[in-house]
Nanobody, 114 residues
Framework: QVQLVESGGGLVQAGGSLRLSCVAS????????MGWYRQAPGKQRELVAR???????NYADSVRGRFTISRDFVMNTVSLQMNSLKLEDTAVYYC????????WGQGTQVTVFS
């Protein structure tokens, strides 16, 4: 059974930093993509950042230059370093991993306050 478990969410003041981590178990995603999506209240879930098995990355325009995705291909983890956080970064952040099928974590809340 595949499980993605996120950690690292919380409350942070605008301009601050948080680091999210996700550990995958049940299968190895080395060849696939892992990444992060987020969903704010009343909005659709959106891609934040992802990294493919060959280390190509994609970032949402709104986070490029502030967020950095990284993966540990041995430990089957993906992390998201979030710097210069803004109020509009407030959302539930979901870890995502995919080979031929996609899997989601349960989500972790990130709240940025002024």
């Amino acid at each position: 059974q595949v499980q993605l478990v996120e950690s690292g969410g919380g409350l942070v003041q605008a301009g601050g930093s948080l680091r999210l981590s996700c550990v995958a178990s049940g299968t190895i995603f080395r060849a696939g993509a892992m990444g992060w999506y987020r969903q704010a209240p009343g909005k659709q879930r959106e891609l934040v950042a992802r990294m493919t098995g060959d280390r190509r990355t994609n970032y949402a325009d709104s986070v490029r230059g502030r967020f950095t995705i990284s993966r540990d291909f041995v430990m089957n983890t993906v992390s998201l370093q979030m710097n210069s956080l803004k109020l509009e970064d407030t959302a539930v952040y979901y870890c995502y991993a995919a080979l031929t099928t996609g899997f989601w974590g349960q989500g972790t809340q990130v709240t940025v306050f002024s």
